[in-house]
């Protein structure tokens, strides 16, 4: 693991203790219990793919160690339907606090706000997080395989499937890549072009993983992704799905950006990716 992957699972995990602590397994469940049904995340990727278009996750996050704070006038909801209103398929919504400004109620805002499905992107390294997630309304929620070893990350995704969310499993290299296709079930594999020692992002990552992905799963390309050029350069190696944050979150309108991003034609030729 990276020094900052350490650092900020090693500070969530004191977190996750804490909030066990004062969370009673009861009040968990009757949380889970109350909570909406799950809205179908790698489904409405699907469909915007099947329809011929691009599946983009819109980002919702205040800030991030690499950019620091990226948008002063942060308000979810309005971001959620800003970017419903611009062609997203799905959301995804940071509640991790120290390192990235967010918080569970930036999650409840955007999905109360729309009816895209919504993950929850926070840094996974304990099951409790998976019914956290549910409790709190997350339709999908992320596995970093770089956080997580094989038997963990299998467990994970299990519970995160018995209480009907789906999963992206997030890799950075090969060996993580061969991790995840050997060891979970999810049909959604996201390629990470940010090199979590430097923090720089560098699409070549997507590039050179994307043709071991086997057709059966769906890539989703993930960060650096700011121009229509980028995404014609991931769909070319056969991703249609996106996962886009700090660029869309830096405009004024991230939901016009986001529609002028999806309105990119597909290359000519573009790789499979249904
Ligand atoms: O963004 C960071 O600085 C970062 C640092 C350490 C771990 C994860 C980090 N980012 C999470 C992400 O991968 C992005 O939020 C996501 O893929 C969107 O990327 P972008 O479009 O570049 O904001």
């Known amino acids: 693991m990276t020094d900052v992957l350490q650092r ?46 691009y599946g983009l996750i819109a980002e919702i996050k205040q800030a991030s160690p690499s950019a620091g704070l990226i948008r002063p006038d942060f308000n979810p909801a309005e971001l959620a339907k800003s970017y419903a209103a611009g062609g997203a398929a799905c959301l995804s919504v940071l509640t991790e606090g120290p390192n990235f400004q967010g918080h569970p109620d930036h999650l409840r805002a955007a999905r109360a706000a729309v009816d895209l ?5 926070d840094f996974m390294v304990d099951p409790w997080q998976i019914g956290e997630a549910r409790a709190m ?12 070893d094989d038997t963990l990350a299998a467990e994970m995704e299990a519970a995160a499937f018995d209480l009907g969310m789906d999963v992206l499993a997030e890799v950075h290299d090969l060996g993580e890549l061969e991790r995840a296709l050997s060891v979970l079930k999810t049909p959604l594999i996201g390629i990470n072009n940010r090199n979590l020692k430097t923090l720089k992002t560098d699409l070549a990552v997507t590039e050179a993983l994307a ?19 980028d995404l014609a350069r991931m769909a070319a190696v056969g991703a249609r799905r996106f996962l886009i944050g700090e660029s869309l979150m830096r405009q004024p309108d991230p939901g016009a950006a986001a529609g002028a991003l999806l309105a990119e034609p597909l290359p000519e030729g573009a790789a499979g990716g249904l």
């Open 137 to 148: 309304g997350a339709d999908a929620i992320l596995l970093i395989l770089a956080a997580l």
């Open 211 to 229: 043709p071991l992905v086997p057709a059966e799963r769906d890539l989703v390309a993930e960060s650096g992704l700011h121009a229509p050029a």
């Open 8 to 53: 900020i699972c090693a500070t969530t995990a004191e977190e996750v203790a804490q909030r066990k602590k004062t969370c009673p397994a009861a009040e968990l469940e009757a949380a889970i219990a109350a909570a909406a049904p799950p809205r179908g995340f790698a489904r409405a990727l699907a469909a915007k793919v099947e329809a011929g278009g």
């Open 117 to 121: 499905p919504v993950l929850r992107k």
